[in-house]
Structures are given as C-alpha cells and as structure tokens.
C-alpha cells in the first residue's frame, strides 16, 4: 500500500495508539473522489463512531500499463476498523460501490445500506469474489433513515444517470450534513422518480452545518437536459435507419436501455445484448422491475446473422473505447460474431469521461472506415449527462443553505470552480474547503478548519495476477514504453577492474539519424569503460559503486545524446572472491578517502 505525502494529525488531538481521532469533533475525511473523476469513498467521524459514504473504484488513464482498475489507499479504514458503524451507499455506479469488494477483504463492516439495484449489483459482485456474508446487505428506501452508531443517515431520492439514486441528510451531534450524491435536477425524468426537494427544504430549516456536492459539472453553465430529450433522438435515429443499429451507453444507465428497448419494440427489430456488464445490468434492473420487456424481444447474439438487417438491434458495451470492449472489437474487425456492414446505424449514447476521448475516437475512425453511420456527441442530442449543471449546482446550494460547503467528485479545477458558485451564492469564502484526498476537515458547529492528514494514496490492481501492482513498476513500464531500454552487464575483478564486458544490449531505444546501432553500442562501451578507468584512477572501487556509477553518468549521457531516458539496467559482476589481503587494502584506500582534507595536512 502505497503512502502519499501521509502527514500525522495534530498532536493536540486526542489520538489513539493507531492514529485515529477520537475527539468529540466532526471529522470529514475524503480518502477518494477529491481532484480526481472516481474512487468516491468518504469518512465521517464523531468520538468512537465512524461511517463511509460509497467505496468506489476508478479506471486507469492511458499511461497505466498493464492496470486494470485503481483503488484508494485503504490503510486508514484497515486500522480504525473497529470504529466503522456502517456504510451508506449512494447509488449503484462502479466509482461509488466498485471498490467494497476489496475493501471487505481487510475491513470488517458491520452493514451496508442503499437502494435495491446498487444492492443487486453488489451483491453479485460479493457472489462472484466469495465475499457474501461478509457483511449485511439492508435495503433502504426513499425517506427512510438509519442510525449508524450516533449518525442519523436518511435517504432521500435523487436524479441520475442511473435509477434508484440518492442523497444523504446525515443527522451527526454536532449538526446536518447533506451529501448530495451525484445529482442533477431533472422535473421530467422518464422513471418518473423526481428529486425529493421538500426533504432537501425540511433539512434546510434545520440548519445544515456542511454541504458536501458533486462537482463534475462545475465548469459547464446552464441546466443539463432532461433524460427524456433523448428519446426524441433516438426515435428519430430508429426511424431513419435501413439497416442493422447498435447501440453502446453505460450499462448502468437502466432509463437509456429502456428507451432502447422501447424504441426496439416501436420499429418491430430483436435485440441481442453484447457484454457481461449490459447483460448483468438488464437482468437484474428486470427483475427488480426497473424494466419490463417481453421475452421474445431479446435473442442470442448468435442468431443475429440470421434476421433480415431492418430487424437488428445490437446494444452493446463499448461506450468509452475500452480496448476489450465488444464495441471496440466490432470495430477493429476483431469480434467472432459481429462484422459491420456497410449501412450499419452506430449510436454512441454517452460521452467521454475525461482521459477517454482518444480511445473514443479511434473507435468512432474505425466503425466509419467500415461504412457504419455513427451517430455521436453533444450535439447530436443522443445522450445527457446524469450530473448537474452550475444553475442545477446553485439551486442545490440554495436549497441547503450550508454554513460550511466542500465540493466532491471532481478534478481539482471544477472543485474550486463549484467553490467559487458557493461564494457567488453567499457562501462566506472562509468556510468553503476545497480539499485532497486525505485531509481531514474538523467541524464544530461554528468553526471549521483542515487538521492533519491520514494516510491515502492509490492501488493498483492487475486482474490477470490478483494482487498489487507497485507504483514504481508503472513508471518503468511508462519509461519503457515511451524511451526503450538499455541492459548493460559487465564483470569486475575485486578492485573494480573490467575483466568481462561490457555487454549492451538495446530494445526500442530511438538512436541519432545516421548512426547505426553497431557504432552506437560501440561507443557506448567505450563510454563505459572511460567512465570505471576514471573511477578507478582515484583507488579501487566495489562492483555496487561502479553499478552506482555507471547509472548515474549514463543517464545523463542519454538525456544529452539522446535526448530520452531510456530504462537502464545495469548488472555489474565481481570475476572472483577478492583475498583478506586485497579486502583489507581496498577498505584502508576507502578509509583513506574519508578523512578530511584538513586532517591529511596535519
């Protein structure tokens, strides 16, 4: 586990042999979600009593070789788990609830409560790793309210991208906090579950001490449309089509695939369904009764080829160009069932999240050289985002009328940004705490201020092995992948001679144009023993000084010639065990060295 910038809280605290706070203040403590899109999991504290709100997970940006999903530090849950009163659940996205199959694995909790689909979905997740009955999994439903050790936490109905959302209103002794969930505020959502405004008002009269706010949206004025707009579109889209349509959206995004499926049924086409996050999704919002479809409307991916093209409806996943995805498999020609035929309508029902518009992109070239019609973007009215605009975001901090206000979920840009529309809403500038993952926020009903630090940081994992993956070797697999590698193995006698080598071996290092790779290493080798004959000239040197050495200068030798930093491995060998005699000469040259300047002349 890794320990970013860890800093220990205040001494005046009262801590206990572990590190954690037990005072009778309210503590916020954001171990994910803060200057960042994911990893949303948040810790509130009081005295003895300690609850989360969501453990989720996030994906790896392109630079992260060989890593399949990232997670929070989990050290300072793993101590202080005898504090943990439960977990609230906010809704059933991956970068909310994707990381409490791991959390379990270390963390003991007493209950997890949230709606019926996020339940649903975790609890297959718990199924899938062995972990069910590691815990209990309660059902809450809307305006209901459970008492985790001396938190009150109701759950009060939300508008998302997915149904059955929520916002919290957390009765704490030290006053309300609201955590508004990801939210925006949809007056027509096609479910028809609109946001509970009246409970967000009621709280308000109460005084809310902290409003804690999704920021993803920060950046973008106005009001963000209503789910229904899509549906025009896509019947539009449907209506216009003559041949086979595919479909890629979130999975999770349940209201989409049934406007999906509706438009399916509208126009007389089969559906058959890509991907095990779509097919896990639909079956458990189906039975849930999130969706209702006929039985006959689906059918195998493997009869697909035999229906009359007019009557195709592919919904599939693939929306982000995930590399693996069936619809970036489809479009590299590489899926054994799926072919694209020219004439084929591709809607693409969702936008990029940050750090995925160039895989997006090269899935949206691929389909269009095979002579796909691909429907994508903002403006192509195909898809709205499940998270609030600034008008959506003020209406929130008017509504709750915060004493103290932090902005969540977001890159650190649209966290002082949504300060920023705290401020213009009245907010005193001095009481809005843009945070990082890891700083602790103290609270007592009139003062607030950050107080230390806990342990935090990222884990990263790699599924074809089960375990984690040191930081460290996602930068050398970075530095490999951009600059090549440079092995040198050289063997030297007990004074740090050459007596073998040097050996330089190169892989997808770029050279100067001109200079050919035998000339290169040759130079190179002379470099080499150029840079030991020095070195020794001074006395005799051990195979890890020269190893030291050689790392050092040539690195710099790279950065000048080459101008890249290529991963250098360097495997320095001793000939044979060197004599007591010739050990003791070596350490008397060493020792000689040490003394000072000033004591030789004496």
């Not at 809704?91 to 409560?113: N, W």
């Not at 605009?389 to 003020?394: A, G, S, T, V």
Request: hydrophobic share 40%; charged share 25%.
């Amino acid at each position: 586990m890794t320990d970013h910038n860890t800093k220990a809280i205040k001494p005046e605290l009262k801590t206990s042999k572990d590190g954690f706070s037990t005072s009778k203040t309210l503590k916020i403590i954001a171990l994910g979600g803060l200057g960042e899109i994911g990893k949303n999991t948040m810790a509130i504290a009081y005295g003895e009593d300690m609850i989360l709100v969501d453990a989720g997970l996030a994906f790896p940006s392109e630079e992260m070789l060989g890593v399949d999903l990232v997670l929070p530090d989990l050290t300072f849950l793993a101590k202080n788990q005898q504090y943990l009163r439960g977990l609230a659940i906010t809704h059933g996205h991956e970068d909310h609830i994707g990381g409490i199959p791991f959390l379990l694995r270390d963390v003991t909790l007493p209950s997890i409560y949230g709606p019926a689909l996020a339940l649903g979905l975790l609890e297959k997740k718990l199924s899938e790793n062995g972990l069910l009955g590691r815990t209990s999994l309660k059902h809450v439903k809307p305006r209901q309210r459970v008492q985790m050790g001396c938190f009150n936490v109701e759950f009060i109905r939300c508008t998302h991208s997915i149904a059955d959302a929520f916002s919290l209103v957390i009765r704490t002794p030290v006053g309300v906090i609201v955590h508004t969930g990801d939210f925006k505020f949809d007056f027509t959502p096609v479910d028809g579950e609109q946001s509970d405004i009246a409970s967000l008002a009621a709280a308000s009269e109460e005084g809310i001490l902290l409003l804690m706010s999704d920021s993803t949206n920060s950046e973008r004025e106005g009001f963000t449309p209503s789910e229904r707009t899509v549906w025009a579109k896509i019947n539009e889209s449907f209506a216009n089509a003559k041949g086979r349509i595919i479909v890629t959206t979130f999975a999770s995004n349940v209201n989409r695939v049934k406007q999906v499926l509706q438009a399916a049924m509208m126009y007389d086409r089969k559906v058959a369904v890509l991907g095990r996050s779509m097919l896990t999704f639909a079956s458990i919002a189906r039975e849930l009764g999130y969706m209702t479809y006929p039985d006959g409307l689906l059918v195998p991916v493997d009869q697909v080829n035999q229906l009359p093209k007019e009557k195709v409806v592919i919904l599939t996943t693939g929306s982000q160009g995930e590399p693996m995805s069936a619809l970036t498999r489809i479009a590299n020609d590489e899926h054994r069932q799926i072919k694209i035929i020219a004439g084929d309508t591709v809607i693409i029902s969702a936008t990029p999240i940050p750090g995925n518009e160039r895989s997006v992109a090269n899935t949206i070239n691929a389909l269009c050289v095979r002579g796909a019609k691909v429907i994508y973007g903002r403006d192509a009215g195909v898809h709205v985002s499940g998270h609030g605009c600034q008008e959506e975001q003020k209406l929130m901090i008017n509504l709750c009328k915060p004493k103290f206000f932090m902005p969540v979920h977001g890159e650190y840009r649209m966290l002082v940004r949504h300060g920023e529309l705290a401020v213009e809403c009245g907010v005193s500038a001095e009481n809005i705490f843009v945070m990082e993952n890891g700083e602790v926020l103290e609270l007592t009903a009139d003062h607030g201020k950050t107080t230390g630090q806990v342990e935090s940081g990222v884990l990263l994992i790699d599924f074809n092995r089960d375990f984690f993956i040191d930081e460290e070797i996602v930068a050398e697999r970075q530095k490999l992948a951009d600059d090549g590698l440079v092995v040198i193995a050289i063997t030297v006698d007990p004074k740090g001679a050459v007596v073998g080598g040097p050996d330089v071996t190169l892989r997808g290092v770029i050279l100067p144009r001109g200079i050919p790779v035998e000339d290169f290493v040759q130079e190179l080798r002379q470099t080499i023993e150029g840079i030991i004959g020095k070195a020794n000239a001074a006395g005799p040197v051990t195979p890890d000084e020269v190893r030291s050495l050689l790392i050092e200068k040539l690195e710099a030798h790279f950065a000048r010639d080459l101008r890249s930093s290529p991963l250098l491995q360097v495997m320095v060998m001793r000939s044979a065990k060197a004599s007591a005699e010739e050990l003791a000469a070596i350490n008397n040259v060493k020792a000689a060295k040490a003394v000072p300047k000033s004591v030789k002349d004496k």
